[in-house]
């Protein structure tokens, strides 16, 4: 009787294991888009006039804001972010 329950407690050991590994290699092979203009309105646009101020955006939009602003309006379009360089991701360990 021992020796069954050491020999499927190992065999659980390793399809666990397997698994792991498995979902690991899956999640490290997705990349994720970055979000559309309709999203980061419903997400950063606080007072809802359908347009991005450099007060409302924030993380890489809010550094490189005067960049992607390329017609110096004090907002950003859907054309303006579509242009825009993508950020890099990051980097790996």
Known sequence: MK????KTGLLFAM???FG?????????G?????PTFTEL???MDKDEDG????DEVKGPLKDDFDKIDTDEDGFLTE???EKAPKPKGRPRN
Do not use: D, G, M, Y
């Open 3 to 6: 020796r069954i329950t050491l």
């Open 15 to 17: 399809l666990v294991a």
């Open 20 to 28: 792991t590994v498995a979902v690991n290699a899956q999640s490290k």
């Open 30 to 34: 997705e990349k994720k888009e970055p």
């Open 41 to 43: 309105l419903k997400q």
């Open 51 to 54: 347009q991005l101020s450099k």
């Open 79 to 81: 054309e303006e972010l």
